[in-house]
């Protein structure tokens, strides 16, 4: 949840954050705290995901695509296809100015450091870009045959676009490493 309001919380599970998946009490205590907190924040202040709670689906358009292009099997959990698609996002949201390329290098190399999948080559699948399109067509965000994703203007600080242009996503697909 740094990644969408909080990026000294970010920076924090880049710093501390292995200390709490290694078991250490005090630092999983806090991460989850934290993570809960900001979480219970942005449904409180938007209980009808009507505005800011659609913020809490950073990194889901690209990562449901990923997980139905799979079959939702055991090549990629849930977890690693949001943290994929939150790195992607990034790296779109860089592509398209919105946020600078350090801005999504630092995304990405917290969640590597997580030891998360960052990159589509770090799934063992050859994604079709027109197929990974059609599944984020068919997600529930999107309006009028546009993609609505939640992009980055920096760690700590994302929006929702509701229309993205499909065609320039293809072309960060292929970018990607998708066929």
Known sequence: HGLICDAAFFDWLGAEGAAGAKGDPD?????????????????????????????????HTFGHALEAELAFGETLTHGEAVALGCAMAFRYSAQQCLCSA????????????????????????????????????????AEGGRLTLILARAVGDVFTDKNVDAEAVRAFLIGEGAA
């Open 27 to 59: 630092a999983l205590e806090r991460a989850v705290i934290r993570s809960v907190e900001i979480k219970a924040q942005i449904v409180g202040e938007d209980e009808k995901e009507a505005g800011r709670r659609a913020l809490l689906n950073l990194g």
């Open 102 to 141: 350090a801005e999504a290098e630092r995304a990405e190399a917290g969640i590597r450091a997580a030891g998360l999948p960052t990159r589509l080559s770090d799934v063992d699948h050859r994604f079709a870009a027109d197929a990974l399109i059609a599944r984020m067509a068919g997600d529930k965000k």
